[in-house]
């Protein structure tokens, strides 16, 4: 058997068949249109489904369920989308949408839930407590204790990226200032590689961003950093210092037994994560005991938010 996990993101949107493995057997993917109502939203997520039966010769009768993992806060009793700030058009019931379309099992997940969901079962040895960030367009988070992911009363618990890292800091898309995602995102990455480029005109930055058809992105910056140029090591380190504020924060608050950090980002763990050990060590309160929260990259990838979708019907309630 097998079941359908899609994964939406402000930028993109993929989909892939996963067997009772955890594999992904066949993926499609497209474009996020962002201006999107919610009834086509849906229609689109439909249509994705189908095409991955159809291309893998998969009858809708050996699919269990449908998981879809959404930038926003997934109410799992009423089955709506209450509030998406980076997708508006993900508001609204988008799961009785999906119900109607394919008379299938659907679960609705905030996207970083279900992708810490998905980390979390790649996990040989299951940690009683996990947290996993994710460093994309915003910054998102979830949290597991005991095979059981933490939603909250209202199911919008876990949106560590909306803590405040700087009172009255620069504006965040939430609506409040100084937000850890405002500083820390992959945006915020890019913006931060932007400002520096801007007075350091003469920085391997801007070879590679002409090379990358005049885009920056994460990967650009973490290029020029491992090739010493310093502008990209200016704004690796400060980043990192950001980011160790909100990791130490989390860790204060919650002591998890694994933080994982995800995301386009975590692809630079070589270089990101030791900084960020470092940062954190000096930074959180339990600096002094003998066990402390272990930091570690992603392994999925991408198809973490993907499996984690597609197995949603495997979490405890």
């Known amino acids: 058997m097998y079941d359908i996990g899609i994964d939406v993101g402000g930028t993109g949107i993929a989909a892939g068949l996963v067997d009772d493995g955890c594999r992904i057997v066949a993926r499609k993917g497209l474009a ?134 700087r009172y009255n800091g620069i504006p965040c898309n939430c609506g409040r200032r100084g937000c850890l995602e405002a500083y820390a995102s992959g945006e915020a990455l890019i913006a931060q590689t932007e400002k520096v480029m801007a007075k350091k005109t003469k920085s391997l930055l801007w070879d590679l961003c002409r090379e990358n058809r005049g885009y920056v992105n994460g990967k650009l910056v973490f290029d020029a950093y491992r090739q010493g140029d310093k502008a990209a090591v200016k704004v690796v380190k400060k980043y990192a210092g950001y980011l160790s504020e909100g990791i130490a924060n989390i860790i204060n608050i919650l002591q998890p037994e694994v933080l994982c950090i995800g995301g386009g980002i975590s692809r630079s763990g070589d270089i990101l994560l030791p900084m960020l050990r470092e940062l954190v060590q000096e930074k959180i309160y339990s600096r002094a005991s003998a066990e402390n929260t272990r930091l570690v990259a992603a392994r999925l990838d991408n198809d973490a938010g993907i499996i984690g979708a597609a197995k949603l019907g495997l979490c405890k309630e």
């Open 32 to 165: 996020t249109d962002r201006a999107m109502t919610s009834e086509a939203m849906s229609a689109v997520l439909v249509s994705l489904a189908k095409e991955l039966m159809a291309e893998s010769g998969v009858f809708p009768d050996q699919v269990q369920s449908i998981g879809v993992g959404v930038p926003g806060t997934a109410n799992r009793r009423t089955g709506c989308i209450e509030y998406a700030n980076n997708l508006p058009c993900c508001q609204g019931d988008i799961r009785q949408l999906l119900k109607e379309q394919t008379s299938k099992n659907i679960y609705l997940e905030n996207d970083a839930n279900a992708a810490a969901w998905g980390e979390y079962l790649y996990l040989g040895k299951k940690p009683e407590s996990f947290v996993m960030v994710t460093l994309g367009t915003g910054v998102g988070a979830g949290m597991i204790q005991d095979g059981k992911i933490l939603r909250g009363v209202n199911y919008a618990a876990g949106e560590l990226g909306h803590m405040t890292i």
